[in-house]
């Protein structure tokens, strides 16, 4: 963690330590919206990364805490275009603790009611701490369970 402040731009691409020798990457988007790399590398910055990242998959895209890359907690690496199949807001499901009523939002704010089939496969709207987003990350690598997705999950 370098600690240096830095601004959250939409379009900057982020390292994001996962442990000796282990990095994933991000690219923010609109809001609180990070989009995860299904890539991860052996330094933080390879050399070509940006075109690296262009071609590779998507894992995830979460609402993430700014302080995970104004704090400089991820370091900012480059900027790279936004790619035309994340420019739409994700949906991310709502689930009432009391009642159970489920409900899709793209911003947290409108909500439409929903069914428990159009939920399933949407990420739980939550905003994650950085150190949730790099566990996930690393147990997506490892391909197993991951203990926060699993107590975010539809009920």
Not at 14 to 42: C, H, M, N, R
Request: one cysteine or more; a neutral charge; glycine letters at 10%.
């Amino acid at each position: 963690m370098s600690g240096k402040r830095q601004r959250r731009r939409v379009g900057d691409v982020v390292s994001i330590p996962l442990g000796p020798d282990k990095y994933g990457f991000g690219l923010i988007l609109e809001g609180p919206l990070i989009a995860f790399y299904d890539y991860q590398a052996d330094e933080p910055n390879p050399a070509g990364i940006i075109d690296t990242l262009r071609n590779k998959p998507v894992a995830f895209v979460l609402w993430v805490m700014n302080y995970a890359v104004t704090g400089g907690r991820w370091t900012v690496i480059g900027r790279m275009e936004i790619p035309e199949s994340l420019r739409e807001k994700p949906k991310f499901f709502m689930q009432d603790a009391l009642s159970g009523e489920l409900s899709i939002t793209t911003d947290g704010g409108d909500r439409i009611p929903a069914t428990k089939e159009q939920c399933a496969g949407l990420e739980r709207a939550a905003v994650w701490d950085p150190e949730h987003v790099e566990d996930r990350l690393v147990d997506h690598f490892a391909s197993r369970p991951n203990k926060w997705v699993e107590s975010l999950r539809l009920r």
